[in-house]
Nanobody, 113 residues
Framework: QVQLVESGGGVVQAGGSLRLSCAAS????????ATWYRQAPGKPRELVAR???????LYADSVRGRFTISRDNAKNTVYLQMNSLKPEDTAVYYC???????WGQGTQVTVSS
């Protein structure tokens, strides 16, 4: 059974940092693309950051330079380091794997001004 479990969300003041984790079971993150998405209330889900099996990274313009996606193959876990957080980063953050298409349950990030 393929499963993704996110953790690390919480409430933080603007300018603070959080690190999200996405632990996988049933799949191997090192051989596929992993993506972080987020969805704010009343808005569509949007891509935040992606890391390919080859290690190339892609970021949304709104987070580039503040967020970093990384992968620990030994732990089969993908991370999202979020620095200089802004109130507009408030959302539920989801981890996604492509093969097979799998979503985690989401973790809430709230940034207070």
């Amino acid at each position: 059974q393929v499963q993704l479990v996110e953790s690390g969300g919480g409430v933080v003041q603007a300018g603070g940092s959080l690190r999200l984790s996405c632990a996988a079971s049933g799949i191997t993150f090192s051989i596929q693309t992993a993506t972080w998405y987020r969805q704010a209330p009343g808005k569509p889900r949007e891509l935040v950051a992606r890391v390919s099996s080859g290690g190339s990274r892609l970021y949304a313009d709104s987070v580039r330079g503040r967020f970093t996606i990384s992968r620990d193959n030994a732990k089969n876990t993908v991370y999202l380091q979020m620095n200089s957080l802004k109130p507009e980063d408030t959302a539920v953050y989801y981890c996604n794997a492509q093969r097979p298409p799998t979503w985690g349950q989401g973790t809430q990030v709230t940034v207070s001004s």
